[in-house]
């Protein structure tokens, strides 16, 4: 998507941004010529993030009116299908801490090395175990290139059946045993009628809306915009890139984080 192609730019422009800061010994400090290119990609990609907010809730009303016209269930709970679930590297939980030595021994600690989550996302439904597996070694081929690794150093998928004796899963050997029925649980959420909750748009199988939130954050370790900026500047939970007083909603003006969130 243009938005996507746009953090990679905002990825190397941040690089750039780094380098003309450091290399400028005539500067005493930061200035806007420093982070110039870098602002105005950042100016683009807010407008593109309400561009994609808007996109996408034109697609929710689509799929909303698509289930009303078709009573609530598009597909119906066909038996012998097969959901693929993929195991994907999240957000980072902690970084690494070093170790601690002292004379006392119940203060020393060892190095503790930085943690990443560990998601599932998930990619769809087929009607045949070897598309289902095809997709998934799809992914894990994909994935592998991006990471510049073996496809065989990946989780390795498995083959179960459902507790429901109906349907069937391609998923990751590290994912949790006995998972309740995805198709089960669909086909339940739709007949309800939906219970007032709007579909999600997924990218790469994760909430896009979800992703919007933090996928900014290594912006935050560019030291030259954080001092342009201010450190209390956020990237993290502040896709529109708000100003810290608006933000908070302490201004009074614009949207809140809270509210922000209750639009995923």
């Known amino acids: ?36 290119s870098l602002l105005a990609l950042l100016d683009r990609l807010r407008l593109c993030s309400v561009k994609c907010c808007e996109a996408i809730s034109r697609w929710r009303d689509h799929k909303d009116s698509i289930r009303n016209l078709t009573g609530n269930n598009t597909e119906g709970n066909v038996k012998g299908w097969w959901a693929v679930t993929v195991q994907v590297t999240g957000g980072e ?30 990619l769809g439904v087929f009607p045949t175990k070897a598309e289902a597996g095809k997709v998934y070694d799809q992914h894990i081929a994909k994935e592998a290139a991006r990471k510049g690794t073996n496809p065989n150093r990946l989780p390795q998928k498995r083959y179960v059946a459902r507790k429901c004796g109906l349907h069937f899963a391609v998923e990751p050997e590290g994912a949790p045993k006995h998972r309740p029925c995805e198709q089960c649980a669909v086909e339940e959420y739709a007949s309800s009628g939906g219970n007032g909750t709007r579909p999600p748009f997924l990218w790469e199988g994760a909430n896009y ?52 969130q209750a639009q995923a």
Do not use: W
């Open 1 to 36: 998507s243009t938005r996507e192609a746009l953090l990679e730019s905002i990825s190397a422009a941040a690089a750039e941004a780094e380098s003309n800061f450091l290399n400028d010994n005539a500067s005493s400090g930061i200035e806007r010529h420093h982070v110039a």
């Open 93 to 122: 939980l902690y970084k690494a801490s070093a170790a601690f030595r002292s004379k006392v021994k119940r203060l020393q600690r060892d190095r503790i090395e930085a943690k990443k989550a560990i998601e599932f996302h998930y």
């Open 209 to 260: 809306l979800l992703k919007m939130q933090n996928d900014c954050q290594f912006l935050s370790e560019v030291g030259a915009l954080s001092e342009y900026l201010g450190k209390e500047f956020a990237f993290i939970r502040n896709p529109l890139f708000l100003a810290p007083d608006v933000l908070s909603g302490e201004s009074g003006v614009g949207p809140t984080t809270e509210f922000l």
